[in-house]
């Protein structure tokens, strides 16, 4: 079974600019999360989505939004790019609802504003 | 605020050796706790505790978690060079207290095995 997969990799924007980035869970998940990683923040929960809806969201601004389609994959979109948004973009997949299912994570997206 | 801590934040120990890794939590609504490894960038499931009391066990690894104290171990023994990795340490808080929802991670312990 395939993994959940993350498009693109790699990335490198300018400030203000905006950058969607996609997640395709594993076949049968119907639950997608997405979580930033930084040195200095470590791991942190951006938002979470079940069935096309939202259910759980972490403290970030509203330049950070997403949306699930109804093959289950995701996107997340972050507006007005500010440095502070480089980071690891990890999506993690799992079967039911509910952050503590277990949950599969994605190669990650590395972001690089400048 | 929430807050989880993890430590040690490094550890550096022999082939063989067994750790105790350490996280800690003040949160206003607990569901559960979580571990995860990572090796390299994504991180990947170890355990979910709910209960106190209740050791978790994966070969090698186990867990317990102290709702009381409120805190939570992960020990490996035997430990190998594979083991190397960052333990993350999450707490699931549930939303119904009206703050932020979902995972809360700690800064992680870095492991090193040497051999």
């Known amino acids: 079974k395939a993994g959940v997969t993350q498009t693109p990799r790699y990335l490198i924007k300018t400030r203000g600019q905006q950058v969607t980035l996609s997640c395709s869970p594993i076949s049968g998940h119907r639950s997608v999360s997405w979580y930033q990683q930084t040195p200095g923040q470590g791991l942190q929960f951006l938002f979470e989505y079940f069935s096309e809806t939202q259910r759980n969201k972490g403290n970030f601004p509203g330049r950070f939004s997403g949306r699930q389609f109804s093959n289950s994959r995701s996107e997340m979109n972050v507006s007005t790019l500010e440095l502070g948004d480089s980071a690891l973009y990890l999506c993690?997949?799992?079967?039911?609802?509910?952050?503590?299912?277990?949950?599969?994570f994605g190669p990650g997206t590395r972001l690089t504003v400048l | 605020e929430d807050k989880v801590v993890q430590s040690p934040l490094s550890l550096v120990v022999h082939e063989g050796d067994t750790v105790t890794l350490n996280c800690s939590y003040e949160v206003t609504n607990f569901r559960s706790l979580l571990w995860y490894k990572q090796e390299k960038k994504a991180p990947t499931f170890l355990f979910m505790l709910?209960?106190?009391?209740i050791e978790k066990k994966s070969g090698r690894l186990s867990s317990i978690l102290d709702k009381k104290e409120l805190f939570s171990i992960l020990n490996i023994t035997a430990t190998q060079t594979g083991d190397s990795a960052i333990y993350l340490c999450a707490v699931d808080l549930d939303d119904s207290g009206g703050g932020a929802d979902g995972l809360t991670f700690g800064k992680g312990t870095h492991l090193i095995i040497q051999p």
């Open positions: 709910t209960s106190s009391g």
């Open positions: 993690a997949s799992s079967r039911g609802q509910g952050l503590t299912d277990t949950q599969y």
